[in-house]
Nanobody, 121 residues
Framework: QVRLVESGGGLVQPGGTLRLSCAAS????????MGWYRQAPGNQRDLVAE???????NYADSVKGRFTISRDNAKNTVYLEMNSLEYEDTDVYYC???????????????WGQGTQVTVSS
């Protein structure tokens, strides 16, 4: 079983910065794509950013140029650096990882429990 533990959320003023972390642990035979989604109550869960095992990244248009996703493969950890935060960035942020947790190498998507990001003056 793969477990994802998130940290780094909190309250920040408009224009401020936060850094989210998500560490994967457990029995991991393969760790592929990792990334971040965000969701407000009553809304759909939208992709924010993703990064594959080689470091290739992709961003939602709404965060491009402001957010940076990165990963440390030695630590099985993905990060999201959030700069120039806006009111519209207020959401619960969920990390995910595509991983194989058994010797059969079956790929599943695992999710963190979410961390609240609130942008408020």
């Amino acid at each position: 079983q793969v477990r994802l533990v998130e940290s780094g959320g909190g309250l920040v003023q408009p224009g401020g910065t936060l850094r989210l972390s998500c560490a994967a642990s457990g029995t991991i035979f393969h760790l592929g794509d990792m990334g971040w989604y965000r969701q407000a109550p009553g809304n759909q869960r939208d992709l924010v950013a993703e990064i594959d095992s080689s470091g290739t990244t992709n961003y939602a248009d709404s965060v491009k140029g402001r957010f940076t996703i990165s990963r440390d493969n030695a630590k099985n950890t993905v990060y999201l650096e959030m700069n120039s935060l806006e009111y519209e960035d207020t959401d619960v942020y969920y990390c995910y990882a595509a991983a194989s947790a058994d010797r059969a190498m079956r790929i599943r998507t695992y999710w963190g429990q979410g961390t609240q990001v609130t942008v408020s003056s």
